[in-house]
């Protein structure tokens, strides 16, 4: 069965960093492009950060440029979400989502999801 389990999410004051993990079983994420989407309370899913089959990365996020960074590790079959100068608006439930071809920040285009990991941010 095709799944993906999100792990990472904390509570972690104003400045502080996490790491998210989002590992894949059931298949292999080689031939898949992988995002991270964010949805905090009473807004919409956004797209955080992608990356392709080939490790090229697209973050169309402007709020997180330069914070976070998108990495992945096809040998254990997981993409990392490495969140640094955490903010109070970075609270969401984060979530990581496969699709095949290129990378979009639209959450309707990807067809995997995993369950989501809660991130607060507060003092």
């Known amino acids: 069965q095709l799944q993906f389990v999100e792990s990472g999410g904390d509570l972690v004051q104003p400045g502080g960093s996490l790491r998210l993990s989002c590992v894949a079983s059931g298949f292999t994420l080689d031939d898949l492009v992988i995002g991270w989407f964010r949805q905090a309370p009473g807004k919409q899913r956004e797209g955080v950060s992608c990356i392709s089959r080939r490790g090229d990365t697209f973050v169309p996020l402007v709020s997180v440029k330069g914070r976070f960074a998108i990495s992945r590790d096809n040998a254990k079959n997981t993409v990392y979400l490495q969140m640094n100068s955490l903010k109070p608006e970075d609270t969401a439930v984060y979530y990581c989502?496969?699709?095949?071809?290129?990378?979009?920040?639209?959450?309707?285009?990807?067809?995997?999801w995993g369950q989501g990991t809660q991130v607060t941010v507060s003092s």
């Open positions: 989502a496969a699709r095949r071809d290129i990378c979009t920040k639209f959450p309707a285009e990807y067809t995997y």
